[in-house]
């Protein structure tokens, strides 16, 4: 059971630009919302997250927006970097457990 | 503060067999998780272990088992190794303090390659 889903593997933009990561979940029982970036050889790294009950939560250059409605998140990286890409894995989460379901993740590349 | 640590990083081993990985969290994290990734399975839940008592589990066959041990290290243990269980298997911590925002702290992985 798929219930969290990235649809685009793959993203390219230029640096300075903004960069859009997209995921959609099923299960509108989540607690919170979280993206992580990962490497090759490393482990997730946490990023981003928001709690069910908002609809936005920035932290620098990441924005994440939430609409519940559509059960759909997003992450907007602005201005996007060479070294943002990686990797993103959109997750979720109740918060009695952390049987975190995640995305199948897009690859982000940022050209120079 | 030293992050989450696996060991071993990589792996070798021959289908029948059995492996033992090994995680120590966060300094005062209590809850473990683990998850295994495979390129077409994505990351996928195994089990988490909180105080030593396994909390959760996910969909996968009694060949996977774990523990927790009273200082919070975890071991997980995969028996009658299968080629399908050739994986990066990451292992998480989390505070589960009145702080918690869902994020878990991953390590970097122990990548098991069965042959």
């Known amino acids: 059971d798929q219930q969290v889903k990235q649809n685009s593997p793959s993203l390219s933009v230029q640096e300075g630009r903004i960069s859009i990561l997209n995921c959609d979940y099923t299960?509108?029982?989540?607690?919170?919302f979280l993206w992580y970036k990962k490497y090759p050889a490393e482990g997730p790294t946490f990023l981003i997250s928001?709690?069910?009950?908002?609809d936005k939560n920035e932290d620098g250059r990441f924005t994440v927006f939430l609409n519940k409605s559509a059960k759909h998140l997003s992450l907007h990286i602005v201005p996007s970097q060479p070294g943002d890409s990686a990797v993103y894995f959109c997750?979720?989460?109740?918060?009695?457990?952390?049987?975190?379901?995640f995305g199948a993740g897009t690859r982000l590349t940022v050209k120079p | 503060k030293a992050g989450v640590t696996q060991t071993p990083r990589y792996l070798i081993k021959t289908r029948g067999q059995q492996v033992t990985l090994s995680c120590s969290p966060i300094?005062?994290?209590?809850?473990v998780s683990w998850y295994q990734q495979t390129p077409g399975q994505g990351l996928q839940f195994l089990f988490e272990?909180?105080?030593?008592?396994?909390?959760n589990k996910g969909n996968f066959p009694g060949r996977f088992s774990g523990r927790q041990f009273s200082n919070s290290r975890s071991e997980m243990n995969v028996s009658t190794l299968e080629l399908g269980d050739s994986a990066l298997y990451l292992c998480?911590?989390?505070?589960?303090?009145?702080?918690?925002?869902?994020?878990?702290?991953f390590g970097e992985g122990s990548r098991l390659t069965v042959l």
């Open positions: 928001i709690s069910s009950i908002k």
């Open positions: 997750a979720a989460s109740h918060f009695n457990n952390n049987d975190m379901r």
């Open positions: 299960n509108s029982m989540f607690d919170y």
């Open positions: 998480a911590s989390s505070s589960r303090d009145t702080d918690y925002t869902g994020e878990l702290f």
């Open positions: 272990y909180f105080s030593e008592t396994q909390r």
């Open positions: 300094s005062g994290h209590r809850s």
